[in-house]
T-cell receptor
């Protein structure tokens, strides 16, 4: 049973425009969320995180929004750059557990 | 500083062979995780160590999978009598606190 879902396997965006990647979760115990970026043949690299006590966290071009009532989070990249082309995974964890639960990823292509 | 390293990067095994995958976490990181990532999927939790103690092995798919971290640093994931369904990328991650995980590049295991 997939507790973290990324329903869009792929997304294409023009350079300079906004990229919005979405993630939904089912477990109400999740209280910490992360986004990872992955290039081929490399491990995921941490991008940005958010705690459930916040609804927004911003780091440069990257902003993560959390809607707890909808159990939904999104990653906004503005402006998108060709180097942002990668697979993006969202992950969630609960205070009571040890593991991170990952979505299946969204492949972002930024077109120059 | 050095990140998480894994070896080998690629491993081809004949069905029924035993394999051992190595992970060198970031120095000083107490927590170490192993994940299995099948093609087109997100990483799935296998097991978790805090120092040398294996605190959670609920994700190990069968008793053919065994992990150890005897001195609280390097960890080895062993798979006995490999099967074709074991083919995946095996990711190791370490973290100092709960806020993020640093992943290694992974070992791609192909069982023929």
């Amino acid at each position: 049973d997939q507790q973290v879902k990324q329903n869009s396997p792929s997304l294409s965006v023009q350079e300079g425009r906004i990229s919005i990647l979405n993630c939904d979760y089912t477990n109400s115990m999740f209280d910490y969320f992360l986004w990872y970026k992955k290039y081929p043949a490399e491990g995921p690299t941490f991008l940005i995180s958010i705690s459930s006590i916040k609804d927004k966290n911003e780091d440069g071009r990257f902003t993560v929004f959390l809607n707890k009532s909808a159990k939904h989070l999104s990653l906004h990249i503005v402006p998108s750059q060709p180097g942002d082309s990668a697979v993006y995974f969202c992950a969630a964890s609960a205070q009571t557990g040890n593991q991170f639960y990952f979505g299946t990823g969204t492949s972002l292509t930024v077109i120059p | 500083g050095a990140g998480v390293s894994q070896s080998p990067r690629y491993k081809v095994a004949k069905r029924g062979q035993d394999v051992a995958l190595r992970c060198d976490p970031i120095s000083g990181h107490v927590s170490l995780f192993w994940y299995q990532q099948a093609l087109g999927q997100g990483p799935e939790f296998l097991t978790y160590f805090q120092n040398e103690a294996q605190l959670d092995k609920s994700g190990l798919p069968s008793d053919r999978f065994f992990a150890e971290r005897p001195e609280g640093s390097v960890s080895t994931l062993k798979i006995q009598r490999t099967q074709q369904e074991d083919s995946a990328v095996y990711l190791c991650a370490s973290n100092r606190d709960r806020n993020t995980q640093y992943f290694g590049p992974g070992t791609r295991l192909t069982v023929l």
